[in-house]
């Protein structure tokens, strides 16, 4: 009896022996750092014995995968992230991920999956990131992606996809990050994109896209940054009215984009920055450039920019921006002018603005598209802006002179008597002296006098006035 009880304890003790061994062993060619299993070694053809079963985060990167079989990974089911990628895994048994259900991360992007079972994430509804980029997955349906309702980050690059069927999101609602590039894709649907409200960031660059029509935008409310670079597009167009508030990047440089309607960027009302390089454009329409009104960066270079005086009112506002990149803008027509920089043919227009409200109809059809009234509302702009300046210089003498008034009575004082002995010195010789020269002489006196000046006005340093009112001096 007693025999029997102790021999039951000494298995009882083995079996935990063995149990907390394995808990802390860490298969061969791997390792192990805590709850984290690293075997990237490159041998591994299968998945290595021995994990422990407390494993949170596995990676068998850089192996040599090539079925992923039913129930693979449920004895790791505390597994809160995997990563399988490049490996050759061309099947995945739709069981694979069963019994991973705490899974937030799973990497499986540069393997040979070609076709994908309906339902095989639906066992790991906690996923927030999905990689599966650089496969072979052509087609994409919506039992592809059933049950991913945390899914944030969502990776097809690289797929050879050519069709996803309409709906195929649906369950994705908290997906803000889809990459779609580097496809064959040639058509997307209105219903294409259904349920994701909350996607910021969508790449469909690379991609065979002819034609894009907002239109089929409308489901994306929230979305921030549109990526359409080298497609095809030879159109960009509206189709119904609407407003896309969030927008703020929309990259469309590497297409062939001929004329640009300017419906798509009236309905963009947010939009900052704008790539249209490396496309065929000849010159922008002048609603277009107007309602770039939130416009900070744009991209022009690597088009067919015609330098006839029509290209006046887009170099005008490029003038407006910080930091405008239209330095390797380079004219393409007409034959005089051809590759030199935009710039410097616009510089010989010595005054730009009035050549263009001064030109008469042009039988050239490129300028065709540049209606009247939208020249007087640019001219109405600068009107404004120039009455402003002069309202803010004047205000910013009378400024100066109020506060050294204030501060320095004495040499005012002295400056008065002083420039008084100077005008009857003078008396004989010239009375008219300009306003500008006795401003001069009081700034320079007063320069000599007074060293706080320095700071503002510093002959070495020259200084000129914004628009804003602000005095911006070169160091
Ligand atoms: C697993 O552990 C057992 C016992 O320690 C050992 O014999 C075996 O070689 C290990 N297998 C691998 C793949 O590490
Ligand atoms: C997968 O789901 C789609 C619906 O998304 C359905 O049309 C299709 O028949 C399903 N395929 C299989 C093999 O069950
Ligand atoms: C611009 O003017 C300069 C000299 O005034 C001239 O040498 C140059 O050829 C002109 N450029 C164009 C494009 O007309």
Same mark, same amino acid.
């Given at each position: ?118 339902? #095989? +994430?639906?066992?790991?509804?906690? %996923?927030?990131? =999905? $990689? &599966?980029? @650089? /496969?072979?997955?052509? !087609? *994409? ?26 709906? #195929? +999101?649906?369950?994705?609602?908290? %997906?803000?990050? =889809? $990459? &779609?590039? @580097? /496809?064959?894709?040639? !058509? *997307? ?27 089929? +935008?409308?489901?994306?409310?929230? %979305?921030q940054a =549109?990526? &359409?670079?080298? /497609? ?14 969030k927008l703020q990047k929309l ?13 798509? +960027?009236?309905?963009l009302p947010n939009l900052q920055t704008l790539? &249209?390089?490396? /496309? ?12 770039w009104t939130s416009v900070t960066t744009i ?22 921006l ?154």
């Amino acid at each position: 009896m007693l025999g029997w009880r102790f021999s039951c304890v000494l298995v009882q003790a083995a079996v935990w022996l063995l149990l907390s061994k394995g808990e802390r062993m860490c298969p061969t060619s791997c390792r192990c750092e805590g709850k984290l299993v690293y075997c990237e070694s490159g041998i591994f053809q299968d998945i290595p014995q021995n994990i422990t079963t407390g494993c949170q985060g596995l990676s068998l990167r850089y192996n040599n995968l090539q079925v992923l079989m039913p129930y693979q990974f449920a004895h790791l089911n505390q597994l809160v992230w995997l990563y399988l990628d490049h490996n050759s895994i061309n099947a995945v048994d739709v069981l694979a991920f069963h019994g991973v259900r705490r899974l937030k991360e799973l990497i499986v992007s540069s393997n040979k999956i070609a076709h994908l079972h309906n339902n #095989t +994430f639906s066992a790991i509804p906690n %996923l927030r990131n =999905l $990689d &599966l980029s @650089y /496969n072979k997955i052509q !087609s *994409l349906q919506p039992g592809h992606l059933f049950g991913l309702r945390k899914l944030q980050n969502l990776h097809l690059r690289s797929n050879g996809l050519k069709q996803i069927v309409v709906r #195929t +999101f649906l369950e994705c609602r908290s %997906l803000e990050f =889809l $990459d &779609l590039g @580097y /496809n064959q894709l040639r !058509s *997307l649907s209105r219903t294409t994109f259904l349920g994701l409200f909350r996607l910021k960031e969508l790449h469909l660059e690379h991609n065979q896209f002819s034609r894009i029509n907002f239109y089929i +935008f409308p489901r994306l409310t929230n %979305l921030q940054a =549109l990526y &359409l670079q080298w /497609n095809r597009i030879r159109a960009v167009s509206q189709g119904v009215p609407w407003t896309w508030f969030k927008l703020q990047k929309l990259d469309l440089s590497g297409n062939e984009i001929q004329t640009l309607d300017p419906l798509v +960027f009236q309905s963009l009302p947010n939009l900052q920055t704008l790539n &249209l390089e490396s /496309n065929k454009l000849r010159s922008v329409p002048v609603e277009a450039v107007a309602a770039w009104t939130s416009v900070t960066t744009i991209g022009l270079a690597g088009n067919a920019w015609d330098c006839r005086p029509s290209i006046c009112p887009l170099m005008a506002w490029l003038r407006t921006l910080r930091d405008a990149k239209d330095i390797s803008m380079i004219c393409s027509s007409p034959k005089s002018t051809q590759g030199e920089r935009v710039v410097d043919v616009v510089g010989n227009y010595s005054n730009c603005v009035n050549v263009i409200s001064s030109l008469p109809p042009s039988p050239d059809p490129s300028t065709t598209s540049f209606p009247e009234i939208p020249f007087e509302h640019m001219a109405f702009h600068k009107i404004i802006a120039g009455t402003v300046a002069l309202f803010l210089s004047v205000s910013l003498i009378l400024l100066v002179i109020y506060v050294s008034w204030r501060h320095y009575p004495n040499t005012m004082r002295q400056l008065q008597q002083h420039s008084v002995k100077h005008k009857r010195r003078k008396k004989g010789r010239k009375q008219e002296q300009d306003l500008n020269s006795q401003l001069q002489e009081y700034y320079l006196s007063y320069h000599s006098n007074s060293e706080t000046m320095d700071s503002l006005v510093n002959e070495s340093r020259p200084c000129t006035c914004t628009i804003s009112g602000s005095i911006e001096c070169e160091v």
